[in-house]
């Protein structure tokens, strides 16, 4: 299993950036996914979180700015930020849950992470 996390950057307050995390190596509609950020000096934090039918929760520090979605047609699970602050500033990291067989255990992914910087 696969989890390829893309599209981090470095961008000013108030932008706007796309994450994608594309999976492979797994069925995809057994995926539950859910975004985690780490700060320097700070401990892995849930963000945003997606069910396998699309029932989404935030963290109340993203409520309003942040948005996920997937798209099962393209095993891509999104997680849209707008009005990025500098405490947004972290490495994101997607955790996968799913299976990858049929009726196969649910497993654990971790994606590699991508940076987002935000300046002020």
């Known amino acids: 299993v696969q989890l390829q996390a893309s599209g981090g950057g470095l961008v000013q307050a108030g932008d706007s950036l796309r994450l994608s995390c594309a999976a492979s190596?797994?069925?995809?509609?057994?995926?539950?996914m859910d975004w985690y950020r780490q700060a320097p000096g700070k401990q892995r934090e849930l963000v945003a979180s997606?069910?396998?039918?699309?029932?989404?929760n935030y963290a109340d520090s993203v409520k309003g700015r942040f948005s996920v979605s997937r798209d099962n047609t393209k095993n891509t699970v999104y997680l849209q930020m707008n009005t990025l602050k500098p405490e947004d500033t972290a490495v994101y990291y997607c955790?996968?849950?799913?299976?990858?067989?049929?009726?196969?255990?649910?497993?654990?992914?971790w994606g590699q992470g991508t940076q987002v910087t935000v300046s002020s």
């Open positions: 190596g797994i069925i995809f509609s057994t995926v539950s």
């Open positions: 997606i069910t396998r039918g699309g029932d989404t």
């Open positions: 955790n996968a849950r799913g299976r990858t067989r049929t009726l196969g255990p649910v497993n654990d992914y």
